[in-house]
């Protein structure tokens, strides 16, 4: 059965284009298959042996301040493989906004792209969008048109991402994976890299 986020998925790639307590781990176990998605770029050291996953949304203001730290820990440890999951729960935005970035990749300016619209402060619209992506360098028009070229694949990969944040119970953005254990809420870098160890059974 198709759901309501997964219909809005659909629909706005292809026509338009809890804050929880610091280092609280849910029960959830994750297989391995879900740290690893190929159509998705993988930040920080791709062969990693520590796979951090995060479910994300552009307009979530506790993703955008973790986006920071994250990065900060991943580029710290150099031995951390992040995997950045679009959750767009927060509207046809968000859905443009994941579906711009994911487009991004296909020219090699995923990174980019994703620095430019974590770093917005404001609610996400498509003006502020296409502002902030052309503003980094990047070509919005051309970015639209790969959209709608590969609507089917980007809605592909959020659908699923969707239904894989479903199955794992997590209860808003942002939600991390950390070696097979989730955790709920903003993590700050100290949560991140305790989670780090734990993985490696430190």
Excluded at 59 to 79: A, F, H, L, T
Excluded at 136 to 154: C, E, F, M, N, Y
């Amino acid at each position: 059965m198709i759901n309501r986020r997964q219909m809005l998925v659909g629909s706005v790639v292809g026509a338009a284009g809890l804050m929880l307590s610091e280092g609280l781990a849910l029960a959830s176990q994750v297989s391995k298959g879900a740290l690893s998605d190929p159509e998705i770029p993988a930040l920080g050291n791709p062969k990693g042996n520590v796979t951090i996953v995060e479910f994300f949304d552009y307009q979530c203001i506790y993703c955008k301040w973790s986006y920071p730290d994250i990065m900060k820990v991943v580029e710290r440890d150099g031995n951390v493989r992040l995997v950045m999951k679009d959750w767009p729960v927060f509207g046809p935005a968000s859905v443009r906004a994941a579906s711009m970035v994911l487009a991004a990749k296909e020219s090699g300016q995923y990174k980019q792209a994703m620095r430019a619209l974590m770093s917005t402060r404001s609610r996400l619209q498509d003006s502020s969008i296409d502002s902030a992506l052309a503003n980094a360098g990047l070509d919005p028009a051309a970015l639209q048109a790969t959209v709608q070229k590969r609507s089917d694949h980007i809605g592909r990969i959020l659908n699923r991402n969707i239904a894989q944040a479903r199955s794992y119970g997590l209860r808003g953005t942002p939600s991390f994976i950390v070696g097979g254990k989730v955790y709920g809420g903003f993590q700050s870098e100290g949560a991140l890299e305790k989670a780090i160890q734990a993985a490696r059974g430190a």
